[in-house]
């Protein structure tokens, strides 16, 4: 059962998600072939629009994708893909990469509480959840797992290398 701040955070439209460190660099994004990657940004954007699927801004859209954790068994697993403007792509990543926010966190609270419609509270409050989860985590070695685009992800790679 999630606990009610639990709940509460995980409502957010703007969240942050912590990568295990034994997987950082293990992303679709790391693994695929530059151009393969960029024609599957190109698809996501010939279907979904040139549009950020959290915020609906149409500047600088990027591809991010959505990993599902499972912190008992030390797994992730890509759940899926979505375009995302450049700025809730940093908000999203930030709990992994503390300089981002030390650098201009001002520039980010606004966006993520503008995103969320929340007060500057409520960023901390998730920054605070990123570090926990950031404690747990690390002290595992997590598997990964791409779900449904396994096959995907070693066609692309196959391709690439014949
Ligand atoms: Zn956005
Ligand atoms: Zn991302």
Known sequence: MLNRRESFISSLKLEMVY???NLWKQSLFYLLPRNAWRSLRREYI???GYECEICGSRRRIQLHELWEFDDKRYIQTLTGLILVCWKCHRV???GGKER???E????WVKHFCKVNGC???TFWQEINRLRHL???RDKH???????EFKERVEECIAVQSR
């Open 134 to 136: 950031k404690r747990l």
């Open 100 to 102: 981002y926010y030390r």
């Open 141 to 147: 070695k997590y598997k990964i797992r791409f779900g």
């Open 119 to 121: 007060r500057e509270v």
């Open 104 to 107: 201009c966190d001002a520039f």
């Open 19 to 21: 990568i295990p460190k």
């Open 46 to 48: 010939r279907q979904y």
């Open 92 to 94: 999203i990543h930030l």
